[in-house]
């Protein structure tokens, strides 16, 4: 079926012509340590590479999703970060194992050029159905929006569809769907010519993305850069978005009381941050869940905290502490109520631990 976006006013519009079987791990294969001021600890249940077997020598800034009781990892991968031959890359955990991963998005241009794929986010939409959001262009600077959809749990793909200037999906981090349906976006733009280089700022949909809008970026704070947001769903229906920040060493945050129209001004909270990306979910129960890299430089460890506020956070597990690079973690929440993270593991694989929280 074709179909082209269609901007009327302020809206545009797309208008259209199981159980897990996870491998356990042995114990002493790899340790959740605890930080030593946590009151509870987290339990690791298994771990695996889902890019294993992948065709390229670099990974990077993986997403993961869980639909029909199948898990879904994708990531970007080429010959280094920002190549040209950089594609999305995904794998399916079937039959107790990772399928071989495959290219399901590129950047070939219609005149034969090639330009490289950033940040896929995979959204699970109902049933079967997945969208891919992904960016594709020479830069984060010139870089654009593209989805593709699939309605077999990721097997099969439609054809790439370029969402509309001024949209460019979920630019690192997954959407989050509010009480009222809306699907809300956390993305961002990196503009070399502005005071503040990097802004976020919002994007959302009240019908599973024929038609979006976005808000204004959060008011600036002077001397800091800002991009991808990692979205909490809180009780009393505020959203939280905690943001990467570039010169503080912190993550800021900014509050939402409206359904993400409108944005409180960017704020620093407690948690260190090194430049590097991260990610955060709410999970049934109310509480939230952030992974991250607690440095200010490096990225190296990668905890896991809980929080019953989304101020006050408790380290609760240590993936990694060797020196190394382990970063841009994604983290959801699966149907049985574990909890799994994917990230980078030294630019060469992408990781995948489960856990399980007291």
Known sequence: MASSWVRLGGIVALVATPTLALRPVAPAAHTVRADRTAADTARLVARDWPSDGSPVPSVHASTIVEVGGTLVVAWFGGAYESARDVGIWLSRFENGRWSPPVEVAHGVQPDGTRVPTWNPVLDATGGARLVLYYKAGPNPREWWGLRRVSTDGGRTWSAAERLPDGVLGPIKNKPVRLSDGTLLSGSSTEAPDSANAWRVHFEWSRDAGR????????????????????????????VQALVRTRGPGRIYDTWSRDGGRTWSALAPTSLPNPNAGFDAVTLR?????????????????????????????????????APGEYSYPAVIEAADGTVHVTYTWKRTRIHHAVLRLP
């Open 211 to 238: 038609t979006w809008q976005f808000s204004a970026p959060p008011p600036a704070v002077r001397d800091v850069d800002a991009i991808q947001p990692a979205l909490l769903v809180h009780r009393d229906g505020r």
């Open 285 to 321: 129960s109310g509480r939230h869940v952030l992974v991250y890299n607690p440095v200010t430089e490096g990225r190296t460890p990668l905890v896991v905290a809980t929080s019953a506020d989304g101020v006050a956070w408790t380290t609760v597990a240590t993936l990694e502490r």
